[in-house]
């Protein structure tokens, strides 16, 4: 069979794509291998395989350094925060796409202008009006905060998608005596779930990483979340790299799950052009 040009470039495009993914799942690979070893394994032959698995690692990191506390906490902060960006930023999406009034675009404009501002300028004044309002080292301060600053760019990419839609699927929906609410929650919700399933997995994987405000906004140790968990352990087992990873991959884990469940719908999202 011959070699024709299109094979080649689909060989170099592979190759491409095969060098990439070792490159990005690597290091994780060889975290989740370690996690399973003993620092004492690790010592003797950095890049060996676990013989035997040591899965009790897990139970012992999980239990002895309060990792429950602050799984929960995260999964806590995680899902209400997701949960409230994803309604009301598709709410404030679905108004500034499809509804035409004084100072739309300008209101716009303010919300987009906001992504490209560095969170750290705002650390000061959110510090002041948690303080203010008696939200200082709160779960609840946390979870307004990340809702303040995500929702610009959930709202961002929503509306992009939204105004896509066909206006002749509102009018019709009109015509057969539906509300302005029941067509958002009947028909756009349901058509929009590849692009707010684009923005529940960005938002996700900021909150449950996010270390900035979480350590700047809580200090009771009971209300911490993983990130700060993660800091403390490490301080803990500075010399135990086996027990590290062990943290780590617990951290980690959740994230890699949530992608693989929602990559496909995000990958719908992020790839949707105008909707026929």
């Not at 070792?22 to 004492?40: D, E, I, K, Q």
């Not at 999980?62 to 309604?87: C, M, P, R």
């Not at 839609?165 to 779930?193: C, H, N, V």
């Not at 529940?200 to 449950?208: K, P, S």
Request: hydrophobic letters at 55%.
């Amino acid at each position: 069979m011959p070699i024709t040009g299109n094979m080649i470039v689909r060989a170099i495009v592979l190759l491409g794509l095969s060098a990439y993914t070792c490159f990005a799942a690597g290091p994780f690979a060889w975290v989740a291998v370690m996690s399973l070893r003993t620092t004492t394994e690790i010592t003797d032959n950095p890049y060996g395989l676990p013989s035997p698995a040591h899965w009790w690692k897990f139970s012992e990191a999980w239990f002895g350094s309060n990792y429950g506390t602050y799984f929960f906490n995260s999964v806590v902060i995680t899902v209400v925060s997701v949960a409230v960006l994803s309604i009301l930023g598709a709410m404030a999406a679905y108004c500034l796409a499809r509804y035409k009034f004084p100072g739309n675009r300008l209101i716009f404009f303010l919300i987009f202008s906001t992504i490209v501002l560095p969170p750290q300028i705002t650390i000061i004044g959110i510090f002041q009006i948690l303080v203010n309002y008696g939200l200082y080292d709160s779960r609840l301060g946390l979870i307004l905060v990340y809702i303040a600053v995500q929702m610009p760019l959930t709202v961002f990419i929503l509306e992009g998608f939204f105004s896509r839609l066909p206006q002749d699927l509102f009018d019709a929906a009109r015509m057969d005596g539906y509300s302005d609410f029941e067509i958002f929650w009947k028909i756009t919700l349901p058509i929009g779930l590849p692009a707010i399933s684009t923005t529940v997995i960005l938002n996700m994987i900021f909150i449950w990483n996010e270390f900035l405000f979480a350590v700047v906004l809580l200090v009771d140790d009971a209300k911490r979340t993983l990130p700060l968990g993660i800091q403390r352990f490490m301080g803990d087992h500075l010399d135990d790299v086996g027990m590290l990873a062990t943290g780590l991959m617990i951290a980690v884990v959740p994230i890699i799950l949530a992608y693989v469940f929602f990559s496909e719908r995000m990958i719908q999202g992020m790839t949707a052009g105008a909707v026929k």
